[in-house]
């Protein structure tokens, strides 16, 4: 079955550096996306990309954050200059496959840890 | 604004029995519904979703009631299983974007 996969599955980063966390998003699929989930806390939506541009985005999705899709399978999110509070946990997610049901496909999440 | 609220934050059934969890929102505009499941370690997984035109949505064991009035819909897991403990949640959206917006979670725990 298809997946979407994530990488690293845990980064443990100093303050003020930058983090690129990567995704490989189900083939066909036309939508991507990124979610974070603070620890105890609910998921919540950064950013979402269609056709090579971001076509929405959260309050949270700063200038110090940024969304590309270097070639045809990776989708990646930058962290510039880490914070604190960016410690998370990541999850990559698509859609919009040829029975584009609304489903989003999730992969398993990427933890970052800011020290 | 807390647009979506979700209950109750965690719940304990014994096997065989039936889990409910409920999502109450605010926005009127949402018209998609879905609950996602999420095991320890892994990400969240569409486990059922409904459309605001029916007001009830059954798949196995899983259903969804909906009740557009209340702004308000629900998951009922009727035989739970110990292999249904998770964290549940709601993520409503809106005019097909697929900005879901999650609730805070229910943590399921099916006692064997």
């Known amino acids: 079955e298809p997946e979407v996969t994530q990488t690293p599955s845990h980064q443990v980063t100093q303050m003020g550096q930058e983090v690129i966390l990567r995704c490989v998003p189900i083939?066909?699929?036309?939508?991507f996306y990124w979610y974070r989930q603070i620890l105890g806390q609910k998921v919540e939506f950064l950013v979402s990309?269609?056709?090579?541009?971001?076509?929405?985005k959260s309050e949270i999705f700063d200038d110090q954050f940024s969304v590309e899709r270097p070639d045809g399978s990776n989708f990646t999110l930058k962290i510039r200059s880490t914070k604190l509070e960016d410690s998370a946990m990541y999850f990559c997610?698509?859609?919009?496959?040829?029975?584009?049901?609304?489903?989003?496909?999730f992969g398993e999440g990427s933890r970052l840890t800011v020290l | 604004q807390q647009q979506v609220k979700q209950s109750p934050q965690s719940l304990i059934v014994q096997k065989g029995g039936i889990s409910i969890i409920n999502c109450a929102y605010e926005?009127?505009?949402?018209?998609?519904f879905p609950w996602y499941q999420q095991f320890p370690g892994k990400g969240p997984a569409l486990l059922i979703a409904?459309?605001?035109?029916?007001s009830e949505k059954k798949e196995g064991r899983f259903t969804i009631s909906f009740n557009k009035s209340a702004k308000q819909f629900s998951l009922h897991i009727m035989d739970s299983q110990p292999g249904d403990s998770a964290t549940y949640f709601c993520?409503?959206?809106?005019?097909?974007?697929?900005?879901?917006?999650f609730g805070k979670g229910t943590k399921l725990t099916v006692n064997p």
């Open positions: 997610a698509s859609s919009g496959g040829p029975s584009n049901t609304g489903e989003l496909f």
């Open positions: 083939s066909n699929h036309l939508y």
């Open positions: 990309f269609y056709n090579n541009e971001i076509s929405e």
């Open positions: 926005n009127t505009a949402f018209d998609y």
């Open positions: 409904i459309r605001p035109d029916v």
């Open positions: 993520a409503p959206t809106q005019g097909g974007s697929e900005k879901l917006v």
